[in-house]
């Protein structure tokens, strides 16, 4: 649904899938991506039209999603039995990375965006996976003292807050 703010009004409603789970937007706003759980796909959202522009296959069950502040890159969490993180390249429209994550549910640029870092939690395994785009490898893996839901990044990655379930 889309709703403006200023007035508090719904400007419009896309029937986009089944079970959507997750939302991001790319840093200038013009592209919004969309995962839907029931059918397995990342849905591109035109903003300025507010149309649906483009499907992409996920080979797995999609949660919270994290653009790069440019737009060339979409990391969408994949549930069991897929346990990863997929790294997608949009102008190829494929996944160009498979990233092994146990039980992930989000992911997340740092505050203000990257073009180059994204987070993923590791739910069962109680740590938070930094990956460096440039290189498409995990850089380190942030232990935490539970199992990690909802999470941010200070923009200088000198702090993580987290929610812990359990």
Do not use: W
Request: charged content about 25%; glycine content about 6%; some cysteine.
């Amino acid at each position: 649904t889309i709703i403006d703010l200023p007035t508090q009004k719904v400007l419009k409603t896309l029937k986009v899938g089944h079970l959507v789970h997750g939302i991001c937007a790319q840093g200038d706003g013009r592209k919004a991506f969309v995962t839907i759980e029931s059918n397995n796909t990342l849905k591109v959202l035109d903003t300025k039209t507010n149309t649906i522009t483009d499907s992409i296959d996920l080979p797995g069950r999609p949660n919270e999603c994290a653009v790069t502040s440019d737009g060339r890159y979409v990391v969408v969490p994949l549930l069991p039995p897929a346990n990863s993180a997929v790294i997608i390249e949009l102008a190829a429209k494929k996944i160009v990375k498979t990233i092994p994550v146990r039980k992930p549910h989000n992911c997340f640029t740092p505050e203000g965006g990257s073009n180059s870092i994204v987070y993923c939690e590791a739910r069962d395994s109680s740590f938070i996976r930094r990956i460096d785009l440039r290189t498409m490898e995990v850089t380190n893996d942030v232990k935490v003292a539970g199992d990690p839901r909802p999470f941010i990044v200070t923009a200088d990655e000198k702090t993580l807050y987290t929610a812990l379930s359990g």
